[in-house]
């Protein structure tokens, strides 16, 4: 077993890919972080995602740091030499009725304006780039840019990286509480007794964050959501070439978002998330079962847009948790006592954003800039958790 450090620089309290990454900048920055996670690195919601990586239809107000978000996914890549599979495949987001087509068209020209690849596609033009999504779509958005990696090589890496910098991560080591003292944060609490001491203490812990800042008197408005996936059998390379998500806010499942994409192993996943299902606080401890509903729905949704695919086997399913904010951005900054930092509340695409945030928070507890131009002060301004009144300053 490992032994704890008695002191740290900075803990991070969360090992998915927000905590890995927010432990990385800090090491790159030269701060010696301690990442202390409960499981397994990136073992939760990190390692059930589909993990697309892009800008299309995130909203106009974070385009900015979600295309430098990209950028760094890129850059990482090209300097890892690539372990986790960055492929940038494009992103189609098939359009059934005519709301949804005047949704597209939307998105589009204010993406288009900002600088965006996107598109509209005709059905002719939705064959040539997706040969198999021959359902009754009446046109499509596409975004050439927007790419996947696969979700534990990526973990794995940021954490190989992140340790080579200088960052301790260690595993199967949860916190319990926050300690403080005269008002600022003096370390950790660990489910053991143990206390680490530390003058600065990140909550990467995803959507449980809001049980560990409570023992700081913090607390945080983050809801745990059901998101889940089938994976079909492996199928021929090209099966399915692009991301192909729904534009109309239903998209053709009961209830929540719908993203289809092949695997880089070949299988075919289809996910999406179910608004507002209750999360019984135990529910992180369990391994969840995808209702039959959204089988059902789901096998539905795929023969009608993939009619091909309409007999292909099913392999497996899986529930993870995405943690919800009220206005779907993530809580990024300062909270309640000083030392204490937050960066959680997914809002299922953190994958995406992961690295800049990590670059973002770093920057902001080592006192740097470390997005370039305006990116920092613009983060700050999106994602400060005192835009909730719950949250003390
Ligand atoms: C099916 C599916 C598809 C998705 N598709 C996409 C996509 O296409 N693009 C995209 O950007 N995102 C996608 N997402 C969302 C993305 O996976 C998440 O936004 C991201 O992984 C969140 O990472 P995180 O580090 O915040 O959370 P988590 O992975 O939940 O990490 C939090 C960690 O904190 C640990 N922890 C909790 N409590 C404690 C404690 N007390 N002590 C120590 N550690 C603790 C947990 O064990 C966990 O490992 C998808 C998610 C799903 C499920």
């Not at 073992?43 to 909203?59: E, K, P, Q």
């Not at 089938?230 to 534009?247: E, F, K, M």
């Not at 945030?357 to 983060?379: C, K, N, S």
């Amino acid at each position: 077993m490992t032994t704890l450090p008695q002191s740290a620089e900075v803990i991070v309290v969360g090992g998915g890919i927000v905590g890995l990454s927010v432990a990385l900048a800090l090491a790159e920055a030269g701060a010696k972080p301690l990442l202390l996670e409960a499981k397994s690195f990136g073992g939760a919601v990190t390692g059930g995602s589909l993990a697309a990586i892009g800008t299309h239809m995130h909203g106009l107000a974070e385009y900015g740091v979600m295309a430098h978000a990209c950028d760094l996914w890129r850059a990482f890549a090209e300097r890892t030499g690539n372990p986790f599979e960055h492929t940038a495949q494009g992103q189609v987001g098939f359009i059934l009725d005519a709301e949804g087509m005047e949704s597209g068209e939307g998105w589009v020209a204010e993406e288009r304006a900002l600088g965006a690849p996107c598109r509209m596609l005709t059905p002719a033009g939705l064959a040539e780039v997706e040969p198999r999504l021959t359902g009754p779509v009446l046109g499509a958005t596409f975004a050439p840019d927007t790419a996947t990696v696969n979700p534990f090589l990526a973990a794995r890496t940021v954490l190989a990286e992140a340790r080579a910098a200088g960052a301790v991560a260690l595993d199967h080591a949860p916190v319990a509480g926050l300690l403080v003292e005269a008002g600022r944060i003096a370390g950790v609490c660990m489910a053991d007794g143990a206390e680490i001491r530390a003058g600065q203490v990140v909550l990467a812990s995803g959507p449980w964050s809001q049980e560990i800042s409570v023992s700081a008197g913090v607390c945080l408005p983050l809801v745990p959501r059901q998101a889940q996936c089938l994976a079909a059998l492996r199928q021929p390379p090209g099966t399915i070439r692009r991301i192909v998500s729904a534009v109309e806010s239903r998209g053709g499942v009961a209830s929540g978002y719908t993203q289809i994409q092949q695997a880089g192993s070949g299988q075919i996943l289809f996910n999406t998330v179910v608004d507002f299902i209750e999360t019984p606080p135990e529910a992180k401890d369990t391994v969840r079962e995808v209702p039959s509903g959204f089988v059902l729905t789901s096998i539905d949704t795929l023969a009608t847009l993939f009619p091909s695919l309409a007999e292909i086997p099913l392999l497996r399913s899986w529930v993870r948790f995405e943690a919800v904010s009220p206005d779907a951005r993530f809580l990024a900054g300062a909270v309640g006592p000083e030392g204490l930092w937050v960066c959680a509340g997914d809002n299922g695409s953190g994958y995406c954003r992961s690295l800049m945030l990590g670059r973002f928070l770093a920057g902001e507890i080592i006192g740097a800039a470390l997005l370039p131009g305006a990116l920092q002060a613009d983060a700050r301004a999106l994602y400060a958790p005192q835009r909730f009144t719950q949250v003390a300053a």
